[in-house]
């Protein structure tokens, strides 16, 4: 056990190893149908011709039946890269009560769990960092070892870093993710969005561009997501200085209103350009986190 | 101090504890990290200002708890100061309660007025008695009286001091110490001792050393004070004579008497010292029931003011005596004069030459000292006659001019008839049937007389033979008429026919006289505390200062009864006797202004220390405070938990 898991908190969700691979046994994963249409074996409809697009896939039947230039599409089963981004920056340390474990922790096992399915398909996968110490950026990569080496960088990474006026860091490892994710590729970013810069939603979503499909899972904790404190409450950001001193009854509305309000603001920059934003809560089963992302990224469709 | 006691009072010293607790807490309701922080809103916290409050209750109950901790663990070491009775090997005491009701306590201390001071020592006391304890109390003010024998109801003791209260009288501590020994002598208790609460203002105590022995557990009572007070004022002429004593030079300075309501009159300033001093006033004839005011202020307020007398203070005595017959050989006044002026200071001397014709010439007098009358002439008998009815004492010395009196003059009051004068009687008085004067009696034996008058029972109109010569003939008589009485002695009191006026006797006579005079009469002025007394048959009602006062019925020395009153405040009364408006004043005695207190007997204060200065172990009564603020602290803490869940499961609710 290395001295950094001692630092963080992983509660419940250790062996990351071994609860990655019962979470992804837990889901149901196979061989999934590739929506991108393009040169491949089976039929996959039709669409209008535009200029630039392959000459060898105009219909000619069509043409010759309508006069219509119509271009013929391919279903094909293919590899598709996973790309994970994970927030190791330190609010992610933050576990409260009734939480099994981090929010990292929570995040790194449904990252895991994440890997173990992409590369049980044949996927390869890569792995980068938002913040964090002791982060080790994997790139793109297949087969088993490569389960371990994501589960390793996992374990290894300790969060840490005040994202909170480091938007050019951000914008270095979206870039990172930007250069590793080709058209096809699924982007994975797990966070709980909180303490990032200004303007993080949209480099995050420039992500979902250019064929690729983004989902960003927000993991928060429970006490995050109730705010169940009560009386007079004293406290403090672990990014940022950010101190208020409130009345739990008084702040726990408009808390949760604008814990609201912040997720609905970054569900529509992620819908505008593709992207799709997963609620994750640190107490829920992983398993299900898992499917819900899968979903968000029409794996099991 | 021993180390044990320090050791137990440093266990105080943790009462830091919780303060600093508390102030290293105030304010910072239990920062937590909350990653989400910006968007939480800041509130003021109503909760937190509640919390405040019940975390500075439960500072105080905490404190509070060590602090009653350490003084238990101190306990017996430590005591609180309140009166207590020691007992030797926890047997019952016999304890009389000297308590001084006199106008020296009223006076007003720092922590209030001396007598509220020694009452409520006397109560702790009383509240430390037992079951078995015996208890008496008497009380100090003139004269010393017995407000309750020795007793082991302590019930009974509690009421009896619950119904005491202040008075003007003068003191008489000695009196009353002898009566406290006497009234707990006969219980069977071993340990016994006399509390003394007074403020010893008054003479220095002969006895302080004798059996039960002396304890003056409350010595701050004799702290001196600095008062002034006008103890009389009486009106001579157009003048007021006011008296003013001052405890000391530095009472008098910057003060001055006033008569109320006259503004045009000037405050006369009163001379710089202390003692009795006499100041006057001019007298405003329009006003009626006037007073008198010391300006400033000093430890009583209530002697600064005195009612004006009608009538002067000093009793008024008339004296009719002849001086060429009544005077000694060497000269000077009548031996009647000279013994009244030996006896009593006080008595205003009137010489007469002639009994007054009209009763109103008696005004301002109350005896009337006949020697050796030649006879009264009836306009000077029905003056006579009145004068006595209204309260008035006469008495006559009959000489050998009992036998010369002139055509129309008889004896009478006195005497009915003729009265011989026998040249050769018998010398001797019968001091046995003297016996009631006291042991001056005994001197009138062997006397050596020239001659007696002879009294016979059918000469004295219905008088009482109050003494009689050795052969049974009558040596003095009384006879009652109305309110005041006639006394006929059947001897003169010139030394040219006996010796009788050199014997001790007759100074106790007079004394008798001048007594009996007081009495009937009623003086003008008096001191708070003396007895009024009126004859049994008359309708007396009396109104004073503090509302009507009880008249009794009270028996004399003599086996007679009659009606008393005794007003214990100084001031104004209005007297009603047999439907006869009559005013007097009740003055304070100047000895209690004058009369700086003294320090407690020694014995008393030896007594004291011996008793462990009657502390009392309040170690239960500290339990029983630790147990409540541990019960209101644990009270406190189930409150809280209540409503913080009844908060969370608000929120949960809302949620």
């Not at chain 1, 006490?223 to 739990?248: C, N, Y």
């Not at chain 2, 007070?229 to 006011?242: H, K, L, S």
């Not at chain 2, 009472?251 to 109320?260: C, D, T």
């Not at chain 2, 002697?303 to 008024?316: E, I, T």
Request: hydrophobic content about 45%; overall charge neutral.
């Amino acid at each position: 056990m290395s001295a950094l898991r001692k630092a963080l908190d992983w509660g419940k969700l250790a062996p990351l190893r071994l609860r990655a691979k019962t979470v992804a046994d837990g889901v149901y994963a196979g061989g999934h149908r590739s929506r991108r249409r393009g040169a491949g074996i089976e039929f996959g409809g039709q669409r209008s011709y535009v200029p630039g697009d392959d000459l060898r896939f105009i219909d000619r039947h069509a043409l010759l039946r309508h006069g219509t230039l119509l271009v013929r599409q391919f279903e094909t089963e293919t590899d598709r890269t996973l790309c994970l981004l994970v927030d190791a920056s330190l609010s992610m340390s933050y576990r409260g009560e009734g939480a099994p474990g981090a929010k990292y922790a929570y995040a790194a096992l449904i990252a895991a769990a994440l890997c173990k399915i992409a590369l049980g398909a044949g996927d390869r996968v890569s792995l980068d960092w938002l913040g964090g110490e002791r982060t080790v950026e994997l790139a793109t990569a297949g087969g088993r070892e490569a389960f371990e080496r994501v589960v390793g960088a996992l374990e290894t990474a300790q969060p840490s870093a005040d994202l909170k006026s480091d938007l050019p860091a951000l914008e270095r490892a979206v870039a990172r993710v930007e250069r590793r994710a080709g058209r096809g590729s699924t982007v994975v970013v797990l966070s709980d969005l909180l303490d990032l810069p200004a303007g993080a939603e949209v480099a995050i979503g420039a992500l979902g561009t250019r064929g690729k499909t983004l989902s960003v899972a927000r993991v928060l904790d429970p006490s995050e997501v109730d705010f169940p404190f009560t009386g007079p409450l004293h406290l403090r950001a672990l990014e940022g200085d950010s101190r208020v001193e409130t009345d739990a009854a008084a702040a726990r509305p408009q808390y949760l209103a604008a814990l609201e309000a912040q997720a609905s603001h970054w569900s529509e920059r992620l819908l505008s350009r593709g992207g799709s934003l997963v609620l994750l809560n640190s107490a829920e089963d992983p398993v299900k986190a898992v499917r819900k992302v899968l979903d968000s990224v029409g794996g099991l469709s | 101090m021993s180390f044990l006691v320090a050791a137990a009072l440093g266990v105080g010293l943790f009462v830091a504890i919780p303060i600093a607790a508390h102030l290293l807490r105030r304010g910072r309701a239990r920062e937590r990290d909350f990653p989400p922080t910006a968007l939480v809103p800041a509130a003021r916290s109503v909760a937190r200002e509640r919390a405040t409050l019940e975390d500075r209750l439960l500072l105080a109950i905490r404190a509070l708890l060590i602090a009653c901790l350490a003084v238990i663990g101190a306990t017996p070491f430590v005591q609180c100061s309140r009166l207590s009775l020691t007992r030797s090997a926890g047997a019952s005491v016999a304890f009389a309660l000297v308590l001084d009701d006199s106008h020296s306590m009223r006076a007003l201390a720092a922590d209030g007025p001396r007598f509220e001071r020694a009452m409520r020592a006397a109560r702790e006391l009383l509240a430390s008695a037992r079951e078995g304890d015996a208890i008496a109390i008497v009380l100090a003010g003139k004269p010393a009286r017995l407000a309750l024998a020795a007793t082991t109801d302590l019930n009974a003791a509690r009421r009896a001091l619950r119904d005491l209260s202040e008075s003007d009288r003068s003191t008489d501590l000695e009196a009353a110490v002898g009566l406290a020994r006497t009234s707990i002598a006969s219980v069977p208790h071993h340990d016994k001792r006399v509390v003394l609460l007074s403020d010893l203002a008054g003479p220095a105590l002969s006895e302080a050393e004798g059996q039960p022995p002396l304890w003056a557990p409350v010595p701050e009572l004799a702290t001196p004070l600095e008062n002034c007070a006008i103890f009389a004022a009486e009106r001579r002429g157009r003048r007021i004579v006011a008296h003013i004593a001052c405890t000391s030079p530095a009472a008098a300075a910057g003060r001055a008497v006033s008569l109320v309501g006259d503004k045009s009159g000037k405050p006369v300033p009163l001379m710089t010292r202390g003692g009795v001093q006499e100041l006057g006033l001019d007298f405003d004839p329009k006003l009626t029931r006037a007073e008198l005011e010391l300006n400033g202020g000093d430890a009583q307020k209530g002697d600064d003011r005195c009612p004006l007398a009608a009538q002067s203070a000093a009793l008024g005595v008339m004296v009719a005596a002849d001086v060429s017959n009544a005077s000694a050989e060497t000269g000077g006044p009548p031996v009647l004069e000279q013994a009244l002026g030996a006896l009593e200071s006080s008595a205003a001397l009137h010489p007469i030459a002639l009994l007054p014709d009209d009763v109103n010439e008696y005004r301002s007098n109350a005896l009337l000292l006949l020697d050796d009358p030649g006879g009264i002439t009836p306009e000077a008998r029905s003056a006579l006659g009145s004068f006595v009815e209204q309260g008035g004492v006469a008495v006559a010395f009959l000489g050998p001019r009992v036998e010369q009196t002139p055509l129309g003059a008889t004896l009478e009051p006195f005497v009915h008839g003729a009265v011989h004068w026998e040249s050769k009687g018998n010398g001797d008085v019968n001091a046995a049937s003297l016996a009631w004067l006291g042991p001056e009696a005994s001197s009138l034996q062997d006397l050596n007389l020239h001659g007696r008058a002879g009294l016979s029972t059918t000469d004295l109109l219905g008088g009482r033979i109050l003494a009689t010569f050795s052969d049974g003939q009558a040596f003095l008589a009384k006879r009652e008429l109305g309110r005041g009485a006639l006394f006929t002695v059947a001897l003169p009191s010139s030394v040219e026919h006996g010796n009788f006026p050199l014997r001790p006797a007759f100074l106790a006579l007079l004394d008798y006289f001048l007594n009996e005079a007081r009495t009937r009469h009623g003086a003008a002025q008096s001191v708070a505390g003396s007895e009024w007394t009126f004859p049994l048959g008359a309708s007396v009602s009396i109104n004073g200062p503090r509302g009507p006062l009880a008249v009794r019925e009270a028996p004399r020395a003599s086996g007679s009864a009659h009606k008393a009153a005794t007003p214990t405040f100084t001031g104004r009364y209005t007297l009603r006797i047999d439907d006869k408006p009559e005013e007097r004043v009740v003055t304070v005695d100047p000895s209690e202004i004058t009369t700086l207190p003294q320090k407690p007997p020694e014995s008393a204060t030896r007594a004291r220390a011996s008793a462990n200065a009657g502390s009392v172990d309040a170690s239960p009564e500290l339990g029983f405070v630790a147990l409540a603020l541990l019960s209101l602290e644990l009270g406190l803490r189930v409150f809280r938990r209540l409503t913080r869940e009844r908060g969370v499961t608000s929120a949960a609710l809302r949620s």
